[in-house]
């Protein structure tokens, strides 16, 4: 079993209460071999919210609020999910400030990218866990 990011899977779950289907995952998903998640709706936040981006090890909206605390919450449970579920790989969604591996945006909201992981990516990878994006399917 894989966890996926739901915005993959085609849930209008992003920010923008938009999607970005991955044909690859939606069959993952469709043949019961994945499970779609969101860490950021796990972490308590609703779609639509505020833009987000990791800015010198903090995620803060684009208006400024801090809200790292809560996405450290959120991809804690996501680590519990990933245990109680046995999974040792997950997709997640490139560049974003919780799922992004490798690359994410460098908090000015310029589309800049920097090296880095997201939030509960970070935390997965600490704890054994395969992250890949949908761009390395």
Same mark, same amino acid.
């Given at each position: 079993?894989? !966890?996926?990011?739901?915005?993959?899977?085609? #849930?209008? %779950?992003?920010?923008?209460?938009?999607?970005?289907?991955?044909?690859? %995952?939606?069959? !993952?998903?469709?043949?019961?071999?994945?499970? &779609?998640?969101? &860490?950021? =709706?796990? /972490?308590?936040?609703?779609? &639509?919210r505020? /833009?987000?981006?990791?800015?010198?090890?903090?995620?803060?909206?684009?208006?400024?609020?801090?809200?790292?605390?809560q !996405? =450290? *919450? $959120? /991809?804690?449970k996501? !680590? =519990?999910?990933?245990?109680?579920?046995?999974? *040792?790989?997950?997709?997640?969604?490139?560049?974003? &400030?919780?799922?992004?591996?490798?690359? %994410?945006?460098?908090?000015? #909201?310029?589309?800049?990218?920097?090296? $880095?992981n997201?939030?509960?990516?970070?935390?997965?990878?600490?704890? $054994?866990?395969?992250?890949?994006?949908?761009?390395?399917?």
């Open positions: 079993m894989k !966890l996926v990011s739901a915005c993959l899977a085609g #849930f209008n %779950v992003r920010h923008d209460a938009g999607n970005k289907a991955n044909k690859k %995952v939606m069959e !993952l998903v469709k043949r019961g071999e994945a499970i &779609p998640i969101c &860490p950021e =709706q796990i /972490a308590g936040f609703s779609t &639509p505020e /833009a987000r981006e990791i800015k010198e090890g903090r995620v803060l909206t684009k208006t400024g609020e801090d809200v790292t605390g !996405l =450290q *919450k $959120g /991809a804690e996501v !680590l =519990q999910m990933a245990k109680e579920l046995g999974v *040792k790989e997950v997709i997640f969604k490139a560049k974003s &400030p919780s799922c992004g591996k490798g690359k %994410v945006y460098d908090g000015t #909201f310029s589309g800049k990218l920097v090296e $880095g997201g939030i509960a990516t970070e935390l997965l990878l600490k704890n $054994g866990v395969k992250v890949l994006t949908e761009g390395e399917l």
